[in-house]
């Protein structure tokens, strides 16, 4: 059996939901810089390829770890944006290859965590932050702790997308954490709250055969959809009080065509557009649009204002 393509890997890894984590901690990164003149490439540099590592390790555990839940979502209610990759399902390599993968890459990010504390003395914070996220995210899948089918891996993707990474990458450059840059976090880490719990409406069927106890399980889509108007409208206020806290409302103007998509994809949420699985899809698809639409529209006003 061989080994895979390259194309397989990447779709393992899921390469392109990669910028969901890098482009929050390059707005920490690029805050800290507007705000204190610090800007340490190295550091930037060597932290970006540890969340990478940490996000494929993530991933790649959850491809082994969730084969099974995944296989049922394929011949259930799957769409492009939920039940896995579909490439260990063909076949094409042995199961446990991914697994193996996700050790290494784990390791790899850890070793760049002692590296960045040892060598450029980012603060005695800089190991924890990584272990939390280390945490949070191989053992999202992995079992026996698997945090997904507990009925809080929705809540702790939030945080580790959101405030732990803008704040872990601000804090690497500048050894504090601010209340604003904990504000900035705060529309980032709804809306990929909303990403994951938007994701597990087709996996709703599959997810509940193999009692994997999502939010959507434990509380069906009905009252899910209702979390995804709440989470929406924290994101529309934090983002607003984020405009109003800078010296000018660019932020405001840059992330207005995405929260415009945010209010009209969530009143298609409102009206259960999701029930349709072409509609579904599509609000799946705008989903991810919106976060990292507001992610990249808060590092523009950063580095405009």
């Known amino acids: 059996m061989k080994a895979g393509t390259l194309q397989d890997w990447a779709a393992l890894a899921r390469l392109p939901f990669h910028t969901v984590g890098v482009f929050p901690f390059i707005l920490g990164s690029v805050l800290a810089w507007r705000e204190t003149g610090a800007f ?101 899948s992995t079992r026996p702790i698997r945090w997904s089918a507990r009925g809080v891996g929705e809540i702790l993707i939030g945080i580790c997308y959101g405030w732990l990474t803008v704040a872990t990458s601000y804090y690497l450059q500048t050894g504090i954490i601010t209340p604003f840059v904990t504000l900035v976090s705060f529309p980032i880490g709804f809306t990929i709250f909303n990403v994951i719990l938007i994701n597990e409406f087709p996996d709703y069927p599959a997810d509940m055969e193999d009692g994997k106890k999502t939010l959507v399980v434990r ?17 529309w206020i934090s983002y607003i009080l984020i405009a109003v806290a800078w010296p000018s409302f660019t932020a405001l103007y840059a992330g207005l065509p995405f929260l415009l998509l945010s209010v009209a994809t969530t009143l298609e949420v409102a009206r259960g557009d999701w029930r349709r699985r072409e509609n579904l899809e599509r609000i799946c698809a705008k989903t991810i649009v919106i976060n990292l639409g507001l992610s990249a529209a808060l590092i523009a006003a950063a580095l405009i204002r």
């Open 40 to 140: 340490n490439w190295p550091v930037i540099l060597w932290g970006t390829l540890a969340v990478i590592l940490i996000m494929a390790a993530t991933y790649l555990a959850g491809e082994y770890y969730d084969y099974d839940v995944d296989t049922l979502s394929g011949k259930m209610e799957k769409n492009r944006f939920s039940g896995g990759s579909g490439v260990l399902q063909k076949g094409i390599m042995p199961r446990h290859y991914p697994l193996v993968a996700s050790i290494v890459s784990l390791g790899a990010a850890a070793a760049i965590g002692i590296v960045i504390q040892l060598v450029y003395r980012t603060g005695p914070l800089t190991i924890p932050m990584g272990a939390f996220g280390i945490v949070c995210g191989y053992f999202y």
């Open 219 to 235: 509380f069906g889509k009905e009252k899910s959809a209702v979390f995804y108007m709440l989470a929406s409208l924290g994101a």
